[in-house]
């Protein structure tokens, strides 16, 4: 319960403000009293969290929680933490998530175990090339702007499939080419660079990908007062250890 405050960090307007534009359907009614309403009032308030918790870290101590968690998981001594019947009714009400995570799909690397998280720990969007489309973007300025998250991670690894495609070209079937194009830039930027070609423009990538999400009002705004910070990290597939990516 330390990762939590137990009052509200995030003023209701701005919880309205975002949650109203953002989540469509699943809409849920709370009752708000600022001077904006009506104590009595009901405003249909669309929000998966009623605004209660907000995570209390820093973003750099969001940032050591999760290297103190990829350590643990690296040394093989994982605490497995807030996975138990008590945490799942603990967050049952509102998450507060301390980071969000962009990363990639691939199998083998998942940040819950990666990072030695549980339950409501981290907000993860998962995508083939970690890549921040507008789908993404939107789902990391939820975690920021509404839940919260401190700390916004975009999570390349090794041997990344969907980049690796993007490097070696070719025509592929369906819509995977949108994927391709999308990692294309990253080919470019680590073209001619010294060291492994897949590994520079996974890298390049996942710069690349930092670089669009700071272009998001949302998250340029919660950086700006010291709110967010969005870093680079990579993960090995042979070890598991996970580095920053500057
Ligand atoms: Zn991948």
Do not use: W
Not at 57 to 85: C, M, S, W, Y
Not at 89 to 94: L, N, P, R, T
């Amino acid at each position: 319960m330390d990762r939590y405050s137990t009052g509200q960090n995030i003023s209701r307007r701005h919880l309205l403000k975002y949650g109203v534009g953002f989540l469509g359907a699943s809409s849920l009614t709370v009752l708000v009293g600022t001077k904006a309403f009506a104590s009595t009032e009901k405003v249909q308030l669309v929000a998966s969290n009623p605004g209660t918790k907000q995570s209390t870290l820093t973003p750099d101590a969001a940032l050591k929680n999760l290297i103190e968690g990829n350590q643990r998981f690296v040394a093989k001594k994982r605490l497995n933490p807030h996975q138990d019947d008590f945490r799942i009714k603990e967050v049952a009400s509102g998450q507060a998530p301390f980071a969000a995570i962009l990363g990639c799909a691939d199998s083998r690397v998942v940040p819950e175990i990666a990072f030695d998280q549980g339950i409501g720990d981290i907000f993860v969007v998962r995508v083939a090339g970690n890549i921040a489309s507008t789908e993404d973007i939107a789902s990391e300025e939820y975690a920021v702007g509404v839940l919260g998250a401190p700390l916004l991670v975009v999570l390349g690894h090794e041997r990344c499939g969907a980049v690796k495609a993007a490097l070696e070209g070719g025509s592929f079937p369906g819509v995977i080419e949108s994927l391709v194009s999308a990692i294309q830039p990253a080919v470019e930027a680590s073209e001619g660079k010294p060291g492994d070609r897949l590994t520079n423009a996974v890298k390049a990538n996942v710069r690349i990908q930092v670089k669009r999400l700071q272009k998001s009002s949302v998250l340029a705004s919660a950086i700006q007062k010291g709110k967010l910070k969005i870093v680079g990290a990579f993960y090995d597939l042979d070890t598991g250890e996970i580095s920053l990516v500057s």
